[in-house]
């Protein structure tokens, strides 16, 4: 939760439901949600449970407005993280909630979940032409790491482990 977004850890209920399309009892789903990439989330996520199990904290986040519970987004890890600690991240917003510091918000939130749970490196990427999502990246403290034709790539790696990063508790950047 974050001072104005509930980051609501999805179910597998709730996973099929968005795929097909079907917002659960209670809940209101802003003009545009889910977008298709929430939906390969709520995909890879059922495909995840059934092959091995509850991800735990390293699943899949509806992204809500604390205000009204409305689901704007979706934002999650795409598995738990790797023997090295490290795990791959992704967030979207429907086009109307977007401009309005969402976003970051979502990924700081998933950036202090990730290192609460002693993950030593976070990931993602972000098509070239997408600026506005390269400023997310950034203004939490990723840092682009490399690219190819069509992404650019992000990483934020802390040292030690279970919140132990440099002086200040600030993570280290690559």
Do not use: K, Q
């Not at 968005?18 to 390969?40: I, K, M, N, Q």
Request: net charge negative; proline share 7%; hydrophobic share 35%.
């Amino acid at each position: 939760m974050t001072a104005r977004l509930v980051l609501h850890p999805m179910t597998g209920d709730e996973a099929g439901r968005l795929v097909a399309g079907e917002p659960p009892h209670g809940v209101r789903w802003a003009p545009g949600y889910p977008t298709d990439g929430d939906v390969v989330a709520a995909e890879r996520l059922l495909r995840t449970l059934a092959d091995t199990g509850d991800p735990g904290p390293f699943g899949s986040y509806e992204i809500r407005l604390r205000e009204d519970g409305a689901a704007v987004g979706g934002a999650g890890f795409h598995g738990p993280a790797d023997e090295d600690g490290r795990v791959t991240i992704g967030y979207g917003l429907v086009p109307s909630a977007r401009g309005r510091g969402y976003a970051s918000e979502a990924l700081r939130a998933l950036l202090v979940c990730a290192r609460v749970h002693g993950v030593t490196c976070v990931r993602g990427d972000v098509d070239h032409e997408n600026i506005a999502s390269h400023h997310v990246m950034t203004a939490a403290g990723m840092r682009p790491v490399g690219e190819d034709e069509r992404v650019t790539y992000f990483e934020i790696a802390w040292t030690g482990g279970h919140g132990h990063g440099r002086p200040g508790g600030r993570p280290a950047g690559p």
